[in-house]
DNA sequence: GGAAAAAAACAGACAAGCCGGTATTTTTAG
DNA sequence: CTAAAAATACCGGCTTGTCTGTTTTTTTCC
């Protein structure tokens, strides 16, 4: 039996998280074309952010990038502070979005035994997304205005995160404490990873740290290792 | 029977990563001066990078918390890029050189047995040295210039990294490939902890993390985890 | 039903501020 | 005295936010 939850859809479960201003089918053809819009310059400032960096993404550039004036832009987002609210709640939303999909097209076997999943969360860390969102997280870092709107929305986005992550992975249902352990185990070791994937030139070694990684998860689940783990806390 | 190269001071095998530009003791008194300035500059814009970030750190602000003028700085790095590649190999020097020695103040027990380094690595994430580097590190990722000197020197220092770690764990001295597993596998965990760090609030949970990373080290140190890694490639 | 009014979407120009680099001047050590 | 070190003044370029003007869609009112 599978819960509720996991039967909707996966743009129904997100919802909390989809991009503000979004329009409905019944709405006008002026509001579908300002949502239309709005999407373009999203997607245009995740493109300039995993492009150019956090420094260089420019309100010019994310315009001409989504092929409208900067006028037109400012329009919809008054601040640049305005855009990279959005654009937070929209890299979250897109990673999130993408890798659910993914996961769930695998089969139990490829899940469970393979460890499947793993290697998707590794693709979803190569998409411009994320690579969007890490410069958020590190400009949050040392921009105090910035982190009063990342750091609630990415507990928040932590929260919807976990939850989504026990609707794909059933076998992990009567574990749940491990499987938090888990995620973030693998979370930390797979950014890591990516953090240092270009200077680790080598494909055997960024391999073998995957494996190893992808051999404590199944430790944690069906060994002692994620009890020895939790029983010392 | 500890190998000649450990048997140095840090200082001396670290000498390939040394700042460029430091005077020795029969060095003139302007040529000291010189070198004591430069330091100071290094040092604040470690601070500045790891305050304000990447974008927000200026000339101007390094000069500031140097306690110079803006024209004194430019005297001694001509452009802001001169001054950020020396920057960088600062900070491969203070890390690399603040780890080991902290690392060699560890009894054998500490060492062997209770994984004390790991806890070591993580204490270096938290300073100034590491938050400068992650700029850097992250910025190079979208600027060719800085990526053009920041990944050869990571190159180079990932080199060094490997084989000043051999020194200061000898129980690992006849499993090299092995500890080559473990650091990278170590590396990738606790900087990808470090960089979720603010957004998981509970210190159990970040410990959680950290306790399997040690498990999974021992184990590829003592059991077959390390074999099975390193068949499968 | 249709014209007028309002609102929204879009485009371009302008100004203040900041940053990095250059040139010039002043100070200080040898 | 001279050469390095340090301080000051200045310039060009870029970025953000504001302002004005135009076009298109929606609403209102007769």
């Avoid at 509720?4 to 859809?9: E, G, N, Q, T």
């Avoid at 900067?70 to 601040?79: E, F, K, S, V």
């Avoid at 999130?96 to 035994?113: D, K």
């Avoid at 986005?157 to 888990?182: N, T, V």
Wanted: glycine letters at 4%; a negative charge.
């Amino acid at each position: 039996m599978v819960d509720y939850s996991s039967m909707k859809d996966t743009a129904e479960r997100l919802f909390a998280l989809e991009p503000a201003g979004m329009a409905a089918e019944d709405d006008g053809w002026q509001k579908r074309k300002s949502a239309q819009t709005r999407l373009a310059i999203l997607d245009a400032a995740i493109d300039c952010l995993a492009e150019f960096g956090y420094s260089r993404t420019t309100t010019q550039l994310i315009a001409q990038k989504a092929n409208i004036s900067r006028g037109a832009m400012i329009h919809h987002y008054a601040t640049k502070q305005d855009l990279i609210d959005s654009v937070i709640d929209y890299t979250f939303y897109k990673r999130l979005e993408g890798l659910s999909e993914r996961v769930r097209q695998l089969s139990e076997y490829q899940r469970v035994v393979e460890q499947a999943g793993i290697e998707e969360y590794w693709n979803m860390l190569l998409t411009p997304a994320y690579q969007a969102y890490l410069e958020l997280a590190i400009a949050a870092r040392t921009d105090e205005e910035l982190r009063a709107t990342f750091l609630p929305k990415a507990r928040r986005f932590d929260q919807i995160w976990g939850a989504e992550i026990a609707g794909i992975f059933p076998e992990w249902s009567d574990k749940r404490e491990k499987l938090q352990l888990a995620t973030d185990f693998c979370i930390a070791a797979m950014e890591g990873l990516a953090l240092n994937r270009t200077i680790w030139e080598q494909r055997s070694r960024r391999q073998a740290v995957r494996r190893v990684v992808s051999l404590a998860i199944l430790m944690v689940r069906d060994d002692d290792l994620g009890d020895k783990v939790l029983a010392g806390l």
